[in-house]
């Protein structure tokens, strides 16, 4: 019995990490996600004023590429962070299956126990009875 309860603490323990890892991992890619669209802005913005002032300063190539390097480090992040998030996602509902399976079979196994001690309950009875029993002899 402690054993069961064992599993079922270390399961519980193991979805309770496992919400909180997928909860730090859907903020990291809400992060991300705020990032590459304030990048993407600032990457318009840029472009924006290269239109404007294309004639009048040049701005080094490096700048831009260095930027775009960036936005797609950015979003590969946002992307591998998904890609985990789902990972987590199953992961959770796989120790929600083991829970309800562990509940499962300890409920099963404490309705048989009633029965088992209500069967033993009902024998004793009837044993405590015949000991009252005068059986007289026919003849």
């Given at each position: 019995m402690n054993k069961e309860k064992r599993q079922i603490a270390e399961l519980e323990h193991k979805y309770t990490l496992t919400l909180h890892q997928l909860d730090l991992a859907t903020t990291?890619?809400?992060q991300l996600r705020n990032e590459s669209c304030e990048l993407e802005r600032n990457l318009a913005l840029i472009k924006h004023e290269m239109k404007e002032v294309r004639y009048l300063y040049l701005i080094p190539i490096v700048f831009i590429t260095h930027v775009l390097h960036f936005c797609f480090q950015a979003q590969?992040?946002?992307e591998n962070d998904t890609e985990n998030?789902?990972?987590l996602e199953q992961n959770i509902a796989e120790l929600k299956r083991k829970l309800d399976e562990e509940q499962n079979r300890r409920t099963r196994d404490h309705t048989n126990s009633q029965a088992v001690a209500e069967r033993i309950s009902s024998l004793e009875k009837q044993v405590k009875f015949s000991d009252f029993v005068i059986v007289y002899p026919k003849g």
């Open positions: 990291r890619e809400e590969r992040r946002s998030r789902k990972k």
